[in-house]
């Protein structure tokens, strides 16, 4: 029998991420705000980060605390001896090279399912909850239905969060990544979880997952507000970027451009090749410098808002995304949310909805050479792209109100 909404009414929907900052966190947030909008739903998001309060009652966000101190562990923290799980863990990353982005381990020292808001939801949906969530002991504790978005591979992985950085670091870490994929997979042997992936690309990886193969999958890639992007003129967004010629300009943004998974090394390495054609560069997340004199360089340190960076967005002719491996990026959704072409590598999410030469450009494998051919093609216009278009194209895949939709009827499915 089909349910409806109205026969459940309100579905509770308790939203579990470790923060609501980051590209996940921001994913999760955007979400839970398209929820929030829709009827018979009652929708709850818990996090790790104080927030003010007018917020948290606006919005329905509730903080998690770590578990208190015992008695014991502060008889030891006193004598210099901290049994808690992260210090625990720390010791096994202490003196080791650190050749990847971030490692999460199974353990932690909060308990989410001991809130209320889990222990009384119809639904709980996970999101990125690394260094949150304490797999054996709320995966024991929780008996409804499971929803997790996956943002990347850690949650059917071991320690790491993508292969490249697993790959490099097997001389340091084999053992600890096998001992925490068995305790994630005695975790989730009896749960009941559905898999939500973001591209075809990470349903692949995770349906051929030991610790999550085993549940169904769906692909619902995320969604974004309409009314936070609106198409601004060109011109205007450049004067405001402090580019005064025609010349072409070329965006990249990343949290940190030393990230080697981002392939920021791959955009550097080709830019130094293109001596040929003035054009500019605008850089969000560091300063460039050493390339030839016929690119102008234009970097902002601090962006402290959507709208300021889709001014960024909105003067640039083309958006590169050279990342190694990536899932469905935040800033590939907001480029064609702004009418702004993406040029990226043909790997991750990116090969499912980079369409050449429409929205555009995939070049195929990790080297600046396929880079460098892609941006030479660009700036000698090859291609022309229509801005409206591109922005049609986001509405139509991307929008707010269609994710929401998605989701209930996974939902509603499920229950």
Same mark, same amino acid.
């Given at each position: 029998m089909k349910i409806s909404l109205t026969n459940i009414s309100p579905l509770k929907i308790s939203t579990v991420c470790t923060s609501v900052t980051g590209g996940a966190g921001i994913a999760a947030l955007r979400l839970h705000k398209g929820l929030l909008k829709k009827q018979g739903l009652d929708p709850y998001l818990l996090q790790q980060q104080k927030i003010p309060v007018a917020d948290a009652n606006r919005l329905n966000i509730g903080q998690v605390l770590p578990l208190p101190l015992s008695i014991k562990e502060k008889l030891l923290m006193k004598a210099g001896m901290d049994t808690r799980v992260k210090t625990k863990n720390l010791k096994i990353i202490a003196g080791k090279p650190k050749d990847y982005e971030i490692i999460s381990f199974p353990e932690s020292s909060y308990r989410i399912e001991k809130e209320d808001k889990i222990k009384t939801a119809d639904i709980i949906h996970l999101h990125w909850v690394a260094n949150f969530l304490n797999y054996p002991t709320f995966f024991k504790n929780i008996h409804q239905p499971v929803v997790w978005t996956l943002h990347d591979m850690n949650p059917f992985m071991g320690l790491f969060h993508?292969?490249?950085?697993?790959?490099?670091? $097997?001389?340091?870490?084999?053992?600890?990544?096998?001992?925490?994929?068995?305790?994630?997979?005695?975790?989730?042997?009896?749960?009941?979880?559905?898999?939500?992936?973001?591209?075809?690309?990470?349903? $692949?990886?995770?349906?051929?997952?030991?610790?999550?193969?085993?549940?169904?999958?769906?692909?619902?890639?995320?969604g974004m507000n309409q009314e936070d992007h609106t198409l601004m003129d060109r011109s205007v967004a450049r004067e405001k970027a402090g580019i005064v010629n025609d010349h072409p300009a070329i965006l990249f943004v990343a949290q940190n451009l030393q990230n080697y998974r981002k392939g920021f090394d791959i955009f550097y390495d080709a830019l130094l090749q293109l001596k040929e054609t003035p054009?500019?560069?605008?850089?969000?997340?560091?300063?460039?410098?050493?390339?030839?004199?016929?690119?102008?360089?234009?970097?902002?340190?601090?962006?402290?808002? $959507?709208?300021?960076?889709?001014?960024?967005?909105?003067?640039?002719?083309?958006?590169?995304?050279?990342?190694?491996?990536?899932?469905?990026?935040?800033?590939?959704?907001?480029?064609?949310?702004?009418?702004?072409?993406?040029?990226?590598?043909?790997?991750?999410?990116?090969?499912d909805w980079v369409v050449e030469g429409e929205?555009?450009?995939?070049?195929?494998?990790?080297?600046?050479?396929?880079?460098?051919?892609?941006?030479?093609?660009?700036?000698?216009?090859?291609?022309?792209?229509?801005?409206?278009?591109?922005?049609?194209?986001?509405?139509?895949?991307?929008?707010e109100d269609l994710q929401a939709d998605r989701y209930i009827e996974l939902y509603k499915s499920i229950l």
């Open positions: 993508y292969e490249g950085d697993r790959d490099r670091n $097997q001389n340091f870490f084999s053992a600890f990544e096998k001992k925490a994929i068995e305790i994630k997979k005695s975790a989730v042997r009896s749960a009941n979880i559905h898999v939500v992936c973001l591209s075809e690309w990470l349903m $692949q990886k995770s349906k051929s997952s030991e610790i999550l193969g085993k549940f169904p999958h769906y692909l619902i890639p995320n054009f500019h560069v605008i850089a969000v997340g560091g300063e460039i410098a050493g390339l030839p004199e016929n690119i102008s360089v234009h970097s902002f340190k601090d962006i402290t808002s $959507q709208q300021e960076l889709n001014v960024l967005y909105a003067a640039a002719d083309l958006f590169v995304l050279p990342s190694r491996e990536d899932n469905l990026p935040n800033v590939m959704l907001e480029s064609f949310a702004n009418g702004t072409p993406v040029l990226s590598l043909d790997t991750g999410g990116m090969k929205n555009g450009i995939l070049v195929p494998g990790f080297e600046s050479g396929s880079l460098l051919q892609g941006i030479r093609n660009f700036v000698a216009g090859k291609y022309t792209f229509n801005r409206e278009a591109i922005m049609s194209f986001f509405y139509k895949e991307f929008n």
